[in-house]
């Protein structure tokens, strides 16, 4: 191996155990980030951190003078004697004690077997059980070496959670993720189970084609071999998606009739809704009182036979439901109480309208996510599947929405790992947008602290947060400060000027504010310093050119959309029997009765769907309509509540 | 108004500077170019640079005292030269190099245990004359002399085995006396750059002339007999910067070329090539005006070679403490 440079040290820049300069010829492969060797009496690992050129010019005005003041003057015969100097970060020294400054010596460009020592990835990726995990190539200075980060430190239980950060609309976040799934599914050892993963597909079609293969460069698939990665799309795929306001049409833009068989509804209850009230509650609606009405609801009336005190008894298991007691209350305390009544139960009235009011608001603002009445259709709780993607399209639902989903769905996952109940060992919740989620600054929502926990305690129960957003110093410390690994995209040079990033050198930065698409910067608790990787294009289709191959199919008629999720069920279900059952029928009973059908998934589909809407699917409430949902409180209302 | 300026006013150019060169012997030059000695522009056409590859040699010394056996100092000296080969590139690359570690003492007068103590430790001793002993002012000049002499050698040495690698179209260029060797002075593709000027050939309105060249000027070409060997050499003055502000040496060249005809034909196409050679400048040498920068290249080439511990630094003469 031929040295590419030579240590120096002099008194105003000495060599210190964790820092060493060295130069290299004008012509160099090395750059900022690169891995070197120093080969002396004790080999020495380091990154370029920093980077400068100089020539023996002892003032600019001399070289204004040897070119007589003019710029364009190229023809002086002897090239200044210039040099390329180097600051290097300490990765390793071996021997590791007694930790002594780098000595003067030899430079190397790394080889892959020198990067496995020099990231200390050696004890992960040469023990008995490896736990070595993909993370990119290490391209520098002409190399090739993979990368790996430990899976005890990525997915726990030593240390966990990812954290991305990167300039929006370079495919970086996404993508990286992307094939950081792939990988941990192609390498997660056999030895620590089976894993999961449950994205949150918050922004237009983004990991909505993770079932269609992309489009792969032949320098992409080569990656891919080096790093032992498969470069196809991800085999199990289950994706979810609230239904429209319609009750039949699906809320994605993966509605192409090629694809939307593959999208699973995602609808709720009040059942569903009520344990997470806390979420559709505002800062100022938190108090005791409220508190103490929800759980009353919760432990006393909710699913069981109820007597309002008034004459009515009530089984309480629908919005619809809840709305016909709430009135049935509010009538008994108008009527029976000659309008004086003001509390039922210990209840004030004022707080169990501001209470019915959050509950079925959000049958309004997330209808189709969330129905007054009928089954709900939800993830497959206490079955998941290993290696398999569950991805949640919340898009275009409602933020309240959203918050609702990510609690429920965050809260279902940890309760049923910490009973280890949930059918897979590990589950990593892929998260973008925690500008939005969990940002240091502002109130303390429901969601924030759910991103918290999960932060905070999640690594003891396999529950894993890869987190993304555009400016990490504007989200919450304890989230970022949690993820035992972080990648950064190209940054933004404000993002860069935060205190956060004053760890890293202004080549460095300047690095991190060019990058192009495909390489991250790596910061894992095995690496002493952070170190530049590529990654190729994640195997699948991106959202954008999905949409693109996969057109969104325009929503469809009620009757057509009925058969269609009919047929899904059944494909022996005739779509003209379905529309001469439903003609006269209407749309709610319609929908109550498709709920119950894929719901109860019946050998017999159309059979079950006409006995059902035939008996007249039993709603309680035989209450207009229109009375169900509750329009949202005008802000600057006098209502005390 | 200071009392010069009117001076300057009425004609006189303006200058600056003080004592300069030491004074050497005096040699009468016999112009073998025009009648009498003229002013010649570089012409600004004929051949803008060396053609690659060119060669250039220098060479650099320190000593110091080391220590004194009574009054007898004992010096510590080094001398070195090197060639330096200048490719297409513009770069620089050493292709020769030479340098030699020696003492210099008066070893006849020094007591006998000392001696022989210094003759075991130093395989390479320079004596000097046992009659310069006890006058240190003296002595130290003697050394220099010793020490500048074995510079010379080593510099003569390289250069005659540099010109047996001289490739069919190369030049060497030397800082210093082209005629320090009959071999190199002959060579038809060296040439001598000569930054001092205490030897004086010319006189009268030649002189005159030669010290008031205006810069992109070169003289015509005289013969001179330089070295112990005193080998004939055809010589030219070339001013590569403007004296006026300055002093008369200011930016004066002296080249040394071999004694043939063809040189006082190719005079000003050397002159070009060596007017070019003003960029880069050659700082921060205290001499830049007249140091090509490739032979300041080398000369920092051997300086970051040198022995660290013999700085040319002057001893400071402040107290120190006795720790």
Redesign the interface.
């Given at each position: 191996m031929t040295a590419i440079g030579r240590v120096v040290a002099t008194e105003l820049k000495p060599s210190t155990p964790h820092q060493f300069h060295f130069w290299t010829a004008t012509e160099t492969p090395i750059g900022i980030g690169a891995i070197v060797k120093v080969a002396a009496e004790r080999v020495v690992y380091g990154v370029v951190t920093e980077g400068f050129a100089y020539s023996d010019l002892a003032t600019p005005l001399h070289d204004v003078v040897g070119a007589e003041g003019d710029p364009a003057r190229t023809d002086a015969p002897t090239t200044r004697q210039q040099i390329r100097y180097w600051t290097a970060a300490v990765l390793r020294q071996m021997p590791e004690e007694p930790l002594q400054p780098v000595p003067l010596g030899q430079v190397f460009v790394a080889d892959d077997a020198d990067v496995a020592q020099a990231l200390r990835m050696d004890a992960f990726l040469y023990s008995a059980t490896p736990t070595a995990i993909p993370v990119g190539l290490y391209t520098s200075a002409g190399r090739d070496a993979p990368v790996y980060v430990d899976a005890d430190f990525l997915l726990g239980p030593e240390a966990a959670h990812l954290n991305i950060s990167g300039v929006s609309g370079l495919a970086t976040k996404t993508s990286a993720v992307e094939f950081l799934l792939a990988s941990i599914f192609a390498h997660f050892p056999a030895h620590k189970g089976r894993i999961a993963a449950v994205c949150f597909n918050v922004k237009g079609p983004d990991l909505c084609f993770l079932d269609q293969p992309g489009d792969l460069s032949d320098e992409d698939r080569r990656r891919y071999e080096r790093l032992k990665v498969p470069s196809t799309p991800f085999e199990n795929v289950r994706l979810y998606a609230p239904l429209k306001a319609d009750g039949v049409n699906l809320n994605t833009l993966r509605t192409h009739p090629d694809l939307v068989g593959d999208v699973e509804p995602l609808t709720w209850g009040l059942q569903e809704v009520v344990d997470f009230a806390e979420v559709l509650l505002n800062r100022d609606d938190i108090d005791a009182k409220a508190d103490a009405f929800i759980d009353y609801l919760r432990d006393r009336v909710l699913g069981r036979t109820f007597d309002d005190g008034f004459g009515t008894t009530h089984r309480v298991q629908t919005f619809a439901d809840l709305h016909s007691l709430f009135r049935s209350i509010f009538d008994g305390l108008e009527v029976l109480s000659g309008g004086r009544g003001d509390t039922w139960r210990t209840h004030h009235i004022a707080t169990m309208r501001k209470v019915r009011n959050r509950l079925l608001n959000i049958s309004t603002r997330c209808k189709g996510l969330v129905t007054d009445d009928g089954p709900s259709s939800d993830l497959p709780w206490k079955s998941f599947e290993d290696r398999t993607v569950y991805v949640i399209d919340i898009a275009n639902v409602d933020p309240l929405g959203q918050d609702l989903v990510f609690a429920r769905v965050v809260s279902k996952l940890r309760e049923q790992l910490e009973r280890r109940e949930l059918g897979v060992d590990a589950v990593v919740v892929f998260v973008d947008e925690l500008n939005k989620y969990a940002p240091g600054d502002g109130p303390d929502t429901y969601v924030k602290k759910m991103l918290l926990d999960i932060s905070e305690r999640g690594r003891y129960l396999g529950l894993v947060l890869f987190g993304a957003e555009q400016f990490r110093s504007q989200v919450h410390r304890r989230v970022v400060g949690n993820a035992g690994t972080q990648l950064f995209g190209r940054m933004d040079m404000d993002e860069l000027a935060t205190p956060g990033y004053q760890v890293l050198t202004p080549a460095t930065k300047s690095k991190l504010a060019t990058m192009p698409i495909g390489e991250l910067m790596v910061r894992h608790p095995h690496f002493t310093q952070p170190i530049f990787v590529r990654f190729p294009k994640p195997p699948v289709l991106r959202g954008r050119d999905g949409v693109e191959r996969f057109p969104p199919a325009a929503d469809v008629p009620f009757e057509e959309a009925v058969v269609r999720l009919l047929v899904r069920l059944d494909r022996r279900v005739r779509p003209n029997q379905v529309k001469d059952l439903i003609a006269d029928r209407e749309q709610d009973d319609v929908r109550r009765a498709l709920a119950a059908a894929r719901q109860k998934r019946p050998d017999d589909v159309f059979a079950y769907f006409r006995k059902v809407l035939g008996a007249r699917v039993e709603s309680e409430a035989n209450l207009p309509r229109e009375h169900l949902a509750v329009p949202p409180l005008n802000p600057i209302s006098d209502e005390p509540y | 108004m200071t009392w010069w300026q009117p001076l300057i006013q009425a004609g006189a150019v303006p200058g600056s500077g003080s004592k300069g060169e030491e004074p050497e012997s005096s040699e009468r030059a016999e112009l073998v170019e025009d009648g009498e000695l003229q002013a010649h522009p570089i012409p600004p056409a004929a051949g803008?640079?060396?053609p690659p590859p060119?060669s250039f040699l220098n060479g650099m010394e320190r000593w110091g005292v080391r220590a004194y056996d009574g009054v007898i100092p004992v010096v510590d000296a080094y001398v070195a030269a090197a060639i330096r080969r200048?490719e297409s590139?513009?770069?620089?690359h050493t292709t020769g190099e030479r340098h030699r570690s020696f003492a210099v003492a008066a070893v006849d007068s020094m007591t006998p245990k000392l001696r022989e103590l210094l003759e075991q430790s130093v395989g390479d001793i320079e004596p000097v004359d046992r009659e310069f002993v006890g006058q240190p002012a003296r002595y130290l000049e003697q050394v220099e002399a010793i020490v500048r002499r074995a510079r010379t050698h080593l510099e003569r040495e390289l250069a005659e085995a540099g010109l047996d690698g001289l490739g069919a179209d190369e030049w060497l260029v030397l800082d210093g006396l082209l005629s320090r060797s009959p071999a190199v002075a002959r060579h038809p593709r060296s040439l001598g750059v000569i930054k001092s000027h205490g030897a004086q050939f010319l006189e009268g309105r030649g002189l005159e002339r030669a010290l008031t060249l205006p810069v992109g000027h070169r003289t015509s070409v005289f013969t001179v007999r330089g070295g112990h060997t005193r080998t004939e050499t055809y010589s030219w003055y070339l001013r590569l910067w403007p004296w006026e502000g300055n002093d008369l040496l200011y930016g004066l060249l002296r080249i040394e070329a071999r004694a043939h005809p063809e040189t006082i034909a190719r005079a000003s196409e050397l002159s070009r090539w060596l007017w070019?050679?003003?960029?880069?400048?050659a700082?921060?040498a205290t001499r830049w005006d007249r140091l090509l920068?490739?032979l300041h290249?080398v000369e920092?080439y051997l300086k970051a070679l040198a022995p660290r511990d013999l700085q040319m630094h002057r001893a400071s003469r402040l107290p120190r403490l006795s720790a």
């Open positions: - | 803008a640079a060396p060119v200048r590139g513009g770069v620089l070019a050679e003003r960029a880069p400048l700082t921060p920068y490739p290249q920092e």
